[in-house]
């Protein structure tokens, strides 16, 4: 697995503070994060219980990413503002299908809190799969 340095800009990511060489970059050849990776051993490793989806494609790898991790136990939680897929509806079905489905919380970034445990947690390591 290789490791680089954190590439966030506290313009963008003002709440998390992640460490130089915190983060794991996993490439995937499919659709999902965890077909054909060692994302589902990473995450049981850090004792990670919710995952948090972001992307592009939302219809398509961020919804397959969600599937998948759902079928693994975790809970999901997939802003509605960081996902876009080719069109609206295409996105919002998505979306939906994620809400209803795999219960996912699909509210709006800025609507998310996270207690500072989390935020320590989050700290220790956050986990990719390229898109």
């Known amino acids: 697995m ?5 590439l966030a800009s506290p313009e963008i990511t003002p709440s998390y503070n992640c460490r130089s060489g915190c983060e794991r970059v996993l490439l995937n050849p499919k659709h999902s994060g965890f077909f054909s990776t060692t994302l589902d051993i990473l995450l ?10 972001t992307g592009i494609a939302g219809n398509i790898c961020v919804l397959f990413t969600a599937n998948d991790a759902y079928m693994r136990d975790f809970s999901l939680i997939v802003p509605c503002d960081c996902v876009v897929s080719n069109t609206e509806q295409e996105n919002g079905n998505a979306l939906e299908q994620m809400r209803k489905v ?3 919380d699909v509210r709006p970034s800025a609507e998310l809190v996270f207690a500072a445990s989390d935020r320590r ?3 220790k390591a956050r986990a990719y799969a390229s898109q």
Do not use: F, H, M
């Open 44 to 53: 049981e490793y850090l004792g990670t219980k919710t995952v948090i989806l």
């Open 2 to 6: 290789e490791q680089r340095e954190s």
């Open 121 to 123: 947690e989050a700290g």
């Open 102 to 104: 795999l219960k996912a």
